[in-house]
């Protein structure tokens, strides 16, 4: 899929850490971005398609070394593959934007920079899964894994195995988003969530429009 083909959507990514307020900011801009008059598809991973919910029940719940970061990264990639054939490609070939909290670089930051596994072989299985649907832009939630880890836990959902797998496991994966959001800095935005939501929702806006300034003529 052509990312430069001016009737395809576009494709947005929210990603952080544990508690750092993506689906906050992606509902508040998935309503703005409805209000300028766009088919926009609000997604999640893991999950976003009935297979890859299913999935992630097997990926988010049960103890911490219940899979190895190897047997993570062939799930998530599982979900991804089937998330991208039956909601993601079909919504950006019609024009509709999609906007997901969560994408291929939590498999980077997860299981790569956090669990360990080969960045070469993350690379190799993105290029085949993945191949040319990446995303246009991706907002980076940064805040210190300390206060991300208080804010996750204290939601007491049951969907807590990576929220348990300790300060350094955390530590480690924000250094990974980061090093991303340095390396790939037309594509990226790292956005300080630790302040208000309002303060957050401002400067995403403000960073999507940037992104695609056609935008400015739709509000």
């Not at 919504?91 to 997860?110: E, K, P, Q, T």
């Not at 080969?118 to 690379?123: G, K, N, Q």
């Not at 959902?157 to 037309?186: C, I, V, Y």
Request: no cysteine; hydrophobic share 45%; charged share 25%.
């Amino acid at each position: 899929m052509d990312a430069t083909d001016p009737n395809r959507g576009r494709f947005i990514v929210f990603e952080g850490g544990e508690g750092a307020g993506k689906s906050t900011q992606l509902k508040a801009l998935v309503a703005r971005l409805r209000e300028s008059g766009l088919e926009v598809v609000s997604t999640r991973e893991p999950g976003g398609s009935p297979g890859a919910e299913a999935l992630r029940d097997l990926l988010v719940r049960g103890e911490a070394g219940r899979w190895s970061p190897m047997s993570e990264l062939l799930m998530m990639y599982a979900a991804r593959s089937h998330h991208l054939e039956t909601v993601i490609r079909p919504a950006l070939a019609r024009g509709a934007w999609v906007v997901s909290d969560r994408f291929a670089d939590s498999s980077r930051a997860y299981q790569g920079a956090g669990g360990g596994v080969a960045p070469e072989l993350i690379e190799q299985i993105d290029a085949a899964v993945v191949a040319d649907t990446q995303p246009d832009l991706v907002l980076v939630m940064d805040m210190p894994p300390e206060a991300g880890l208080a804010r996750a836990q204290a939601r007491g959902d049951m969907e807590n195995r990576f929220e348990s797998k300790g300060l350094a496991f955390h530590a480690r994966l924000r250094d990974g988003f980061l090093r991303r959001a340095d390396a790939l800095p037309q594509r990226y935005r790292v956005l300080d969530a630790d302040r208000t939501i309002e303060a957050i929702a401002a400067e995403v806006w403000a960073s999507v429009v940037a992104a695609f300034p056609d935008l400015e003529r739709r509000t």
